[in-house]
């Protein structure tokens, strides 16, 4: 077996994963929403102390598996360093304590493994990420084999939705209570522009979107904000949608996935099935349970680095804020 730790933001967690079936045997996430959502929005060293706390606690009731685990590990990139520090160094310390060989794995490829937990890898893969700290399209040909083809120049899809909620006053985290309020509005009420539309640059952009609806909501009555919310996410989408299908024109997808926190959005999915139809391709999602940051498809990436011997030397174990895909 193989225990994991996830500590990248606002979630700690621990799973302990059966390698040779790739059963998740045990899974316990404690979120720290309520804490931060007094400040509308992750408190760095807020999180890191209340992973202090969580962690140990989490980890105590591992304790009828350390026995057969076989290895440990843990996201080390990207992340909040001083939450990142947290997770290593608890790491660090069951290694020592029980003899265990490390393994470091990327926060965004645990992502992508987030559609593979307790089910076999299905590679290659064309891979949309969107979530709070990330929006990016990502050809994945294997676990060693990982090109990122287009990404976003300033705010993440799913920062958009937290900092438009946080525009109406409505809390942390946005993207549920915009998604929730926007099933009651008018999509077409609000005509902001589509980002990047005029231009062929495969990339993305929601600063000028976002602004746009700071416009609007300072004009609005709390009774309008139901129509900017499903404005909004229908023009959010839209922008992703247009990119997508101009990359398609000359890398059309065979098997495409959504995954991160923001892919648990239904209209989002929605969008992309439809937009999937034309060229037959399998749409693989990850359950809704796994989209956010957790720990079991942290441990599900180590079950095959651990069979391609990807180990970390414990002097060597680090912590680095930003992605290398």
């Known amino acids: 077996m193989i225990l994991s730790i996830e500590s990248s933001c606002d979630d700690s967690a621990i799973a302990i994963t059966e390698i040779a079936t790739n059963r998740l045997l045990f899974h316990k996430k404690i979120s720290q929403e309520l804490q931060h959502s007094l400040y509308g929005g992750v408190v760095p060293e807020l999180a890191a102390r209340l992973h202090a706390e969580a ?12 026995q057969d685990i076989k290895a440990v590990a843990v996201t080390t990139s990207p992340g909040l360093a001083v939450t990142l520090i947290e997770g290593v160094t608890l790491a660090k310390a069951v290694s020592v304590a029980l003899h265990l060989p490390l393994i470091a794995v990327n926060h965004l490829v ?16 064309t ?12 050809e994945v040909k294997s676990l060693q084999e990982i090109t990122t ?16 909620a946080k525009m109406m006053g409505l809390g942390y985290p946005g993207g549920p209570v915009i998604e929730q309020l926007a099933k009651e509005g008018d999509r077409e009420r609000y ?5 990047l539309l005029k231009t062929p ?30 404005s909004f996410e229908h023009i959010a989408t839209k922008h992703l949608l247009h990119k997508l299908k101009k990359y398609f024109q000359t890398n059309p997808p065979k098997n495409f996935a959504i995954v991160g926190g923001a892919s648990a959005n239904l209209y989002l999915r929605k ?11 399998k749409l693989l999602l990850s ?22 011997n990807m180990f970390c030397p414990l002097e060597e174990l680090d912590i680095a804020t930003k992605s290398s895909i």
């Open 271 to 281: 969008q992309i099935q439809e937009l999937l139809k034309p060229y037959g391709a």
């Open 149 to 164: 083809v287009a990404k976003s120049m300033d705010d993440s899809f799913g920062e958009s939705f937290d900092k438009v």
């Open 110 to 125: 645990g992502h992508i493994y987030s559609l593979f937990i307790e089910k076999e890898t299905v590679f290659p893969l």
């Open 201 to 230: 640059k495969l990339a993305f952009s929601y600063s000028g979107l976002k602004n746009a609806v700071r416009l609007a909501v300072e004009k609005a009555e709390e009774k309008d904000y139901k129509d900017i919310a499903a």
């Open 55 to 66: 962690l140990p606690k989490i980890l105590e009731q591992c304790e009828p598996y350390f």
């Open 287 to 308: 359950d809704l349970q796994y989209c956010s940051d957790n720990a079991a498809m942290i441990g599900r990436a180590a079950v095959d680095m651990y069979k391609n």
């Open 127 to 138: 891979v949309l990420l969107v979530s709070g700290g990330h929006t990016q399209v990502m």
């Open 191 to 195: 005509n902001f522009t589509v980002p």
